[in-house]
């Protein structure tokens, strides 16, 4: 495997935990890199690179952002949201890795794009649901910022220094796993 497969590799699992904060953002980002000539994507996702994937997937990532702002909205996104991170973690895997066999590239998109991805959403909405509980929906404002602020240093540590990104996104886990274990209701054996 060469330095390139894994700095490939390290770039879609950033962008795969970023699509967990926000779907479209990440993508808006990759598509950015391509189309600036700052990452070479596999040759069937070129269109991400195209100047009207760049447009569109830019549309869809501010009514994303602000549609988490407006109270029960950011309920209904998170309905959608959550299949569609598997989606686009997976996607995002797919079209960055270079140099392995398409099986091996399915079977990492899949399990290390969507699998982060969905992981990484299914606690976002979790948190939302916790916020909206207890602060009447109040508290979800900060929710969205928090996470659309992690989407954007995420994806950008992941086009510009992969290594890191992979980095942060064991720290979102770790973190996300000991607040899982935190609040948990306990069970009595």
Same mark, same amino acid.
């Given at each position: 495997?060469?330095?390139?497969?894994?700095i490939s590799i390290f770039l879609g699992i950033g962008l795969a935990a970023s699509v967990g904060f926000r779907v479209f953002l990440p993508l808006f980002a990759l598509s950015a890199a391509s189309y600036f000539h #700052?990452?070479? %994507?596999? /040759?069937?996702?070129?269109?991400?690179?195209?100047?009207?994937? #760049?447009?569109? %997937?830019? /549309?869809?990532?501010?009514?994303e952002i602000f549609g988490y702002f407006i109270p029960w909205i950011d309920h209904l996104l998170d309905a959608f949201a959550i299949p569609m991170?598997?989606?686009a973690g997976t996607a995002v895997m797919v079209s960055t890795i270079?140099?392995?066999d398409p099986l091996v590239t399915w079977a990492l998109a899949i399990i290390a794009g969507g699998g982060t991805a969905t992981a990484i959403k299914g606690a976002g909405a979790a948190t939302r649901l916790t916020s909206t509980a207890t602060t009447g929906g109040f508290g979800n404002p900060i929710v969205s910022i928090v996470e659309t602020g992690t989407a954007m240093a995420v994806s950008t540590a992941s086009i510009f220094a992969?290594?890191?990104?992979?980095i942060l996104v064991i720290i979102i886990l770790v973190f996300i796993f000991w607040l899982y274990r935190k609040i948990r209701p306990r069970i009595k054996s």
């Open positions: 495997m060469t330095s390139e497969t894994i #700052l990452w070479e %994507l596999n /040759v069937n996702w070129g269109w991400i690179g195209s100047f009207a994937a #760049l447009i569109t %997937l830019g /549309v869809a990532t501010l009514v991170a598997a989606i270079a140099g392995l992969p290594i890191l990104a992979v």
